[in-house]
């Protein structure tokens, strides 16, 4: 899982110097071959070999944001969601035009880590950023798991007005009420769930765990048969049914399904309550057809790559997204792509060198703030320095400077007027997804 690690830690040094130097035209020509390479690997679902095509075009493109996110992406296929986290913070550092994409896969890399406090912090900036229907989605079964049923509610409801035809919402939604104990209203939702996802077993087993509670034990039998039809495996479901087959008075069948819901527990050394939000071993493995589909995925980036110019920061590239199908990639609502919007696109780079305010105001700024990042581009960037301001309550500036010819663009983090607070500040950072974050000093920019 750690096979890069070094190599990794060795790229977060070299992104933070404002001084590294950028790669040669034959460089970045040679990443963008290894790229390709490996997203045609990806189309294949040859993930480890793709991983060390996007290795190769990041050796000789350490700058290469695009690299890392696709590295990422396959790390999470091969669920190795700790080197996912450090390729996608890499490439928040590296690039804004990718930083709400890489929010929102960090975001999910953390789910499957079940760091879920970490992961809606990193889901809220991408909704802040692009208010998309599989962002809600993800927050809302994050805050399922931490059992903030209000909240998830409320994420569900805004992705299925998003997107009506999302049933996987329908799904969670109707599991969310079902800890509400809105009986009535999670099983219409669990209906449309079992209708048009029919090989969920979820859908079957939170049916069956309503009708139970609705005293209708022979359908929420007919309903365990079907989960456990679909996940053998899946403990809760015994349990569940030997409750049903109780009150029916079959108890020798009761019986036999308690022993079999303890074997499965002993053999996976997870117990199993009627509390307990399950996931299919399929769902754990790779998430919902909705929370990731790289073989799309993937095609889309071999798509646009090919048609890309020697300049890996092309703008006008569409980024990965998180729908299962060409119609839903064809509608606006339904992508998360780090590319220019109308409202959105900013003025930083024109401005001259200064510190500015997020509405691109001169800064006569003394004291000192918090480095995040540096930026060699503006795409992005001011809904990213939005998005910091609304997450750590504190203003966000960008210091525009040129460094051996090149602009750059760095992401300031608060202002203080003595060093202690701002020193606090940047440990809490370096704690939160910025283990490079540095002090500076306002007067000496």
Same mark, same amino acid.
């Given at each position: 899982?750690?096979?890069?690690?070094?190599?990794?830690?060795?790229?977060?040094?070299?992104?933070? /110097?404002?001084?590294?130097?950028?790669?040669?035209?034959?460089?970045?020509?040679?990443?963008?071959?290894?790229?390709? #390479?490996?997203?045609?690997?990806?189309?294949?679902?040859?993930?480890?070999?793709?991983?060390?095509?996007?290795?190769?075009?990041?050796?000789?493109?350490? $700058?290469?944001?695009?690299?890392?996110?696709?590295?990422?992406?396959?790390?999470?296929?091969?669920?190795?969601?700790?080197?996912?986290?450090?390729?996608?913070?890499?490439?928040?550092?590296?690039?804004?035009?990718?930083?709400?994409?890489?929010?929102?896969?960090?975001?999910?890399?953390?789910?499957?880590?079940?760091?879920?406090?970490?992961?809606?912090?990193?889901?809220?900036?991408?909704? =802040? $950023?692009? +208010?998309? /229907?599989?962002? /809600?989605?993800?927050?809302?079964?994050? *805050?399922?798991?931490?059992?903030?049923? =209000?909240?998830?509610?409320?994420?569900?409801?805004?992705?299925?007005?998003?997107?009506?035809? /999302?049933?996987?919402?329908?799904?969670?939604?109707?599991?969310?009420?079902?800890?509400?104990?809105?009986?009535?209203?999670?099983?219409?939702?669990?209906?449309?769930?079992?209708?048009?996802?029919?090989?969920?077993?979820?859908?079957?087993?939170?049916?069956?765990?309503?009708?139970?509670?609705? &005293?209708?034990?022979?359908?929420?039998?007919?309903?365990?048969?079907? %989960?456990?039809?679909?996940?053998?495996?899946?403990?809760?479901?015994?349990?569940? &049914?030997?409750?049903? &087959?109780?009150?029916?008075? *079959?108890?020798?069948?009761?019986?036999?399904?308690?022993?079999? %819901?303890?074997?499965?527990? !002993?053999?996976?050394?997870?117990?199993?309550?009627?509390?307990? !939000? +399950?996931?299919?071993?399929?769902?754990?493995?790779?998430?919902?057809?909705?929370?990731?589909?790289?073989?799309?995925?993937?095609?889309?980036?071999?798509?646009?790559?090919?048609?890309?110019? #020697?300049?890996?920061?092309?703008?006008?590239?569409? $980024?990965? *997204?998180?729908?299962?199908?060409?119609? !839903?990639?064809?509608?606006?609502?339904?992508?998360?792509?780090? !590319?220019?919007?109308?409202?959105?696109?900013?003025?930083?780079?024109?401005?001259?060198?200064?510190?500015?305010?997020?509405?691109?105001?001169?800064?006569?700024?003394?004291?000192?703030?918090?480095?995040?990042?540096?930026?060699?581009?503006?795409?992005?960037?001011?809904? @990213?320095?939005?998005?910091?301001?609304?997450?750590?309550?504190?203003?966000?500036?960008?210091?525009?400077?040129?460094?051996?010819? =090149?602009?750059?663009?760095?992401?300031?983090?608060?202002?203080?007027?003595?060093?202690?607070?701002?020193?606090?500040?940047?440990?809490?950072?370096? *704690?939160?997804?910025?283990?490079?974050?540095? @002090?500076?000093?306002?007067?000496?920019?």
């Amino acid at each position: 899982m750690h096979r890069f690690l070094l190599f990794v830690s060795f790229a977060f040094l070299i992104i933070n /110097f404002s001084f590294a130097q950028p790669p040669s035209i034959e460089n970045m020509n040679k990443a963008r071959e290894h790229f390709n #390479s490996g997203v045609k690997k990806g189309i294949s679902g040859e993930f480890k070999d793709a991983i060390k095509d996007f290795n190769n075009a990041i050796e000789l493109n350490p $700058m290469f944001a695009e690299a890392f996110l696709y590295k990422g992406l396959a790390e999470i296929e091969l669920n190795n969601y700790d080197s996912a986290v450090r390729d996608f913070t890499i490439t928040i550092e590296l690039d804004p035009a990718f930083s709400d994409q890489a929010h929102y896969f960090r975001g999910l890399a953390k789910y499957f880590l079940e760091q879920y406090a970490a992961a809606i912090d990193d889901l809220s900036i991408a909704i =802040r $950023m692009n +208010p998309d /229907f599989v962002a /809600f989605y993800q927050r809302g079964k994050a *805050n399922l798991k931490l059992k903030e049923y =209000r909240r998830s509610l409320q994420d569900f409801d805004i992705a299925l007005r998003l997107k009506e035809d /999302f049933f996987e919402g329908y799904l969670y939604r109707g599991i969310n009420l079902y800890y509400l104990e809105d009986f009535e209203e999670a099983m219409h939702d669990l209906e449309l769930a079992k209708k048009h996802l029919p090989g969920n077993a979820e859908a079957h087993y939170y049916s069956g765990l309503v009708r139970l509670k609705i &005293r209708n034990s022979y359908v929420a039998i007919e309903d365990l048969d079907r %989960a456990i039809e679909l996940d053998p495996k899946l403990s809760q479901a015994y349990e569940a &049914r030997a409750s049903a &087959r109780q009150n029916t008075g *079959n108890v020798r069948a009761a019986e036999q399904d308690r022993q079999q %819901a303890i074997s499965l527990q !002993q053999a996976t050394t997870q117990p199993a309550v009627a509390s307990r !939000q +399950p996931e299919t071993a399929q769902q754990r493995q790779a998430g919902t057809s909705t929370e990731i589909n790289f073989a799309e995925l993937f095609s889309s980036s071999n798509r646009e790559a090919q048609e890309a110019d #020697s300049d890996e920061h092309k703008r006008d590239e569409p $980024m990965p *997204n998180q729908v299962t199908d060409k119609a !839903q990639q064809q509608s606006g609502a339904d992508n998360l792509k780090p !590319q220019h919007r109308p409202g959105r696109v900013n003025d930083f780079s024109q401005l001259e060198s200064g510190t500015y305010s997020q509405d691109f105001q001169k800064m006569p700024l003394r004291g000192f703030g918090v480095q995040v990042a540096s930026y060699s581009n503006t795409d992005n960037l001011s809904s @990213l320095a939005q998005a910091y301001a609304d997450k750590y309550a504190k203003p966000v500036y960008i210091n525009v400077s040129n460094v051996n010819g =090149r602009t750059l663009y760095k992401l300031i983090i608060g202002q203080f007027d003595t060093r202690n607070p701002a020193e606090a500040f940047r440990d809490s950072l370096r *704690n939160d997804n910025f283990p490079d974050s540095f @002090l500076v000093v306002f007067e000496n920019l």
